[in-house]
């Protein structure tokens, strides 16, 4: 019974930086603030912005860094008046230095072996995952959800990229085709579309960046019938993305999400209740379900995926 609804039950598992941290990696926002030599040594060295972001920047989450970077442009914006070139040539750059700053950290974080890891629960979430049909939206830059694919033995590696079944949406940071690392121009750093800035400042939209396409995934994402959503703030730095997941041409869809701890799960309720203009007509209307899901605590979080996923797969 089980496998025969498999094949129509097609999912998109959405990954964010959640996923590393559940894995011991020391990837968080305020561990690349607090630790990176780089970013001290450019502020040290006259970059302004990544002073800006030591001084002003705070928190866990990327998103508190993109937020952060838009902040940044309309302060710039403020100071010198809309379309000045030389301070807008000199952000960019500054911004160029940071981006390869992040990378490196991120580069020798992902890299360090962790003890007594703590990947055990992504694991046994994983399995319960992978009795869908699935595929895997990575917004990270690292590749150690790739561990995960069914086919981890392509490349003679342990890290799949099969792009049918991971796709790594803003980049990442090893390129499995010339086995090699990428650089970190290769990686997508910025805001989304609804934080706007001046036209001079636009480099800074993950939209405008060479490997940023969204087109492809949305016609992806409406084919699916379930959305799991792990270690994501779900916050306006991916508004983009989270606005299509949860838009009106959603219908009979099921979405379990995740949310580590009570403060992160009522903030991703809000922000969910954001982009679907209202959660009651979203369910009711639409027919929609949504399953938040505490992972902090992890037997609890283990059976309720298991519930949710049997009930999927149990012939009505």
Same mark, same amino acid.
């Given at each position: 019974?089980?496998?025969?609804?498999?094949?129509?039950?097609?999912?998109?598992? =959405?990954?964010?930086?959640?996923?590393?941290?559940?894995?011991?990696?020391?990837?968080?926002?305020?561990?690349?603030?607090?630790?990176?030599?780089?970013?001290?040594?450019?502020?040290?060295?006259?970059?302004?912005?990544?002073?800006?972001?030591?001084?002003?920047?705070?928190?866990?989450?990327?998103?508190?860094?993109?937020?952060?970077?838009?902040?940044?442009?309309?302060?710039?914006?403020?100071?010198?008046?809309?379309?000045?070139?030389?301070?807008?040539?000199?952000?960019?750059?500054?911004?160029?230095?940071?981006?390869?700053?992040?990378?490196?950290?991120?580069?020798?974080?992902?890299?360090?072996?962790?003890?007594?890891?703590?990947?055990?629960?992504?694991?046994?979430?994983?399995?319960?995952?992978?009795?869908?049909?699935?595929?895997?939206?990575? =917004?990270?830059?690292?590749?150690?959800?790739?561990?995960?694919?069914?086919?981890?033995?392509?490349?003679?590696?342990?890290?799949?990229?099969?792009?049918?079944?991971?796709?790594?949406?803003?980049?990442?940071?090893?390129?499995?085709?010339?086995?090699?690392?990428?650089?970190?121009?290769?990686?997508?750093?910025?805001?989304?579309?609804?934080?706007?800035?001046?036209?001079?400042?636009?480099?800074?939209?993950?939209?405008?960046?060479?490997?940023?396409?969204?087109?492809?995934?949305?016609?992806?994402?409406?084919?699916?019938?379930?959305?799991?959503?792990?270690?994501?703030?779900?916050?306006?730095?991916?508004?983009?993305?989270?606005?299509?997941?949860?838009?009106?041409?959603?219908?009979?869809?099921?979405?379990?999400?995740?949310?580590?701890?009570?403060?992160?799960?009522?903030?991703?309720?809000?922000?969910?209740?954001?982009?679907?203009?209202?959660?009651?007509?979203?369910?009711?209307?639409?027919?929609?379900?949504?399953?938040?899901?505490?992972?902090?605590?992890?037997?609890?979080?283990?059976?309720?995926?298991?519930?949710?996923?049997?009930?999927?797969?149990?012939?009505?």
């Amino acid at each position: 019974m089980e496998q025969n609804n498999k094949a129509t039950l097609k999912a998109m598992i =959405f990954i964010g930086n959640g996923f590393d941290v559940a894995h011991g990696y020391k990837t968080k926002y305020s561990e690349f603030y607090a630790n990176s030599f780089e970013l001290k040594e450019l502020a040290s060295d006259g970059n302004v912005l990544c002073q800006h972001i030591l001084d002003n920047v705070k928190g866990d989450l990327w998103q508190d860094l993109e937020c952060g970077l838009y902040e940044y442009s309309k302060s710039l914006t403020l100071k010198y008046g809309e379309g000045d070139k030389k301070s807008s040539t000199i952000f960019k750059q500054e911004f160029s230095e940071l981006r390869s700053a992040l990378f490196n950290y991120l580069k020798k974080a992902s890299n360090v072996s962790v003890m007594n890891n703590p990947g055990y629960f992504v694991g046994e979430l994983s399995k319960e995952w992978a009795r869908l049909d699935y595929q895997i939206v990575s =917004f990270n830059y690292t590749p150690i959800v790739a561990a995960y694919t069914t086919d981890a033995s392509l490349y003679s590696s342990n890290l799949s990229f099969n792009k049918d079944r991971i796709i790594y949406q803003h980049g990442c940071m090893y390129n499995p085709e010339r086995g090699i690392d990428n650089t970190a121009a290769d990686i997508v750093l910025g805001i989304d579309d609804s934080q706007k800035v001046e036209l001079l400042h636009s480099f800074l939209y993950k939209t405008l960046q060479n490997i940023y396409d969204i087109t492809d995934l949305v016609g992806a994402m409406e084919e699916k019938n379930v959305y799991i959503v792990f270690g994501c703030s779900m916050g306006p730095s991916d508004h983009n993305y989270f606005r299509t997941l949860f838009g009106g041409n959603m219908q009979n869809k099921t979405y379990i999400i995740y949310g580590h701890g009570n403060d992160a799960l009522e903030s991703i309720k809000g922000y969910a209740m954001e982009y679907t203009g209202g959660r009651y007509n979203f369910q009711t209307e639409n027919h929609n379900i949504i399953h938040f899901i505490d992972d902090s605590i992890q037997r609890k979080a283990m059976l309720e995926t298991k519930k949710v996923i049997d009930g999927l797969l149990t012939t009505k």
